[in-house]
């Protein structure tokens, strides 16, 4: 089982915010998802 817990303090617009949390979320979960050999999307499963 994998827990992932993080809190993230962040000043920025609107736009930029958008921009830079899809960012994140693609990095992340594409990173996990090999690390955890996981096939298919991240997102829509949990």
């Known amino acids: 089982m994998v827990y992932l817990d993080f809190h993230l303090l ?19 979960s594409k990173k ?4 955890m050999d996981w096939s298919g999307g991240f997102w829509e499963r949990r």
């Open 32 to 35: 996990l998802g090999r690390l």
């Open 10 to 28: 962040v000043w920025a617009g609107d736009a930029e915010l958008a921009v830079f949390m899809q960012y994140l979320r693609t990095n992340l």
